[in-house]
């Protein structure tokens, strides 16, 4: 926020020259231009606020009212331009939107124009990615816009490249190409930088907006699937013996294997998520069946276990209490075996059956 004390003390229109009388006190015009073109061409705009405390300045123009006046009169020589909410204004209009709102930002531009065949390149260039863009902007408005779909697609590639570190998700090379083209396009943030940028690097361009969308597509909307396609692809080794004997399955699952493996699989999603419902369908009844032997075998050895124990109990004519809560014990994990569709579970039943069958016969 800039102090009302010192937005009063602007004085608009051209600044009176002393031709040397009086220059004790000049402001160093050129000092303050280069500072705000060095920030320009690395920062973009120049918040006139920030301007104000820059401690950069400090030292050769000790007075944050000298600064702010010197912007004034750059404005006024049209050396630089003051833009409110990407619109230029005056000197007089920015002084006015300050004194009405001292929290209003007033952004600082160099005036660095290209010549108007660049600009018409450029602006070709952009439609290829930005096709709702005004063929009528402003140089600075045109690349105000393109520095800002620019930084939007550099933030969501570096948050992907994160998500691609991680096993089995694809594009880490591709997004690590993509954002050093855009590295270079970004290397100076200036109107006159940017629209030279584009013309420079006229012919990747679009094949960059097709990566960025692709990419964008794939991790806002693929991933998830990508990640529980992988970890599937991995469940189903345990059935290749079965898989390989199965002249289609087998073709279904050589497909996948090769969308899964390759380094750019993202315009194969699409026909990954139509094979793999067939291999997981396969692949679960055979998990199903599996799942019945090993039930239907820990079924019969439990039996077996219960009646063994009823004939030592008819042996050794245990008591009835203690016999019956033995065999009510074993009898319910029986019964949990025969519910379990879980072949973890099952097994871990069926140790715990086994595991209190040895415990009651050590007891006997």
């Known amino acids: 926020m800039i102090p009302i004390r010192l937005l009063k003390k602007i004085e608009l229109g051209p600044r ?11 402001i160093d015009l050129d000092f303050v231009y280069s500072f705000i073109e060095k920030e320009c061409r690395t920062q973009g705009p120049v918040p006139l606020h920030c301007l104000i405390e820059a401690q950069h300045l400090i030292s050769r123009i000790p007075e944050p009212q000298d600064i702010l006046q010197a912007v004034f009169w750059l404005a006024e020589e049209l050396k630089i331009h003051l833009y409110v909410v990407d619109h230029p204004v005056s000197p007089f209009q920015a002084k006015q939107t300050l004194l009405k709102n001292v929290d209003s930002t007033i952004d600082i531009v160099i005036n660095q124009p290209v010549d108007e065949n660049r600009f018409a390149r450029a602006k070709d260039t952009a439609e290829t990615f930005l096709p709702s863009l005004p063929r009528d902007s402003d140089q600075y408005t045109f690349s105000r816009a393109v520095a800002n779909e620019l930084e939007s697609w550099h933030t969501r590639l ?8 991680q096993p089995n998700l694809p594009g880490k090379s591709l997004i690590n190409n993509c954002i050093v083209l855009m590295d270079r396009l970004l290397e100076q943030k200036d109107s ?6 584009l013309v420079k690097y006229q012919s990747k361009i679009p094949e960059l907006a097709g990566n960025v969308q692709m990419l964008s597509d794939f991790y806002t909307h693929k991933c998830s699937f990508w990640i529980t396609f992988a970890e599937q692809m991995e469940d189903f080794k345990q059935n290749m013996e079965m898989i390989r004997d199965n002249k289609q399955i087998h073709s279904i699952y050589r497909k996948l294997k090769g969308i899964l493996n390759h380094s750019h699989p993202f315009a194969q999603v699409e026909k990954a998520e139509q094979l793999l419902p067939e291999l997981k369908e396969f692949h679960n009844r055979i998990e199903q069946e599996k799942t019945e032997r090993l039930r239907k075998a820990c079924l019969e050895q439990t039996d077996k276990m219960i009646r063994k124990l009823s004939a030592l109990f008819d042996t050794f004519d245990a008591e009835d209490e203690y016999r019956n809560n033995t065999l009510h014990e074993l009898r319910a994990l029986n019964k949990k075996i025969g519910s379990r569709r879980d072949m973890d579970e099952i097994k871990t039943l069926f140790n715990d059956a086994k595991d209190l069958f040895v415990d009651i016969i050590e007891t006997m």
């Not at 009176?16 to 000049?26: C, H, I, L, V, Y």
């Not at 006159?192 to 940028?197: D, K, P, W």
């Open 16 to 26: 009176q020259m002393t031709f040397g009388f009086d220059d004790s006190n000049a």
């Open 158 to 165: 570096t948050a992907y490249r994160d998500h691609a570190g």
């Open 192 to 197: 006159h930088a940017i629209i030279l940028a």
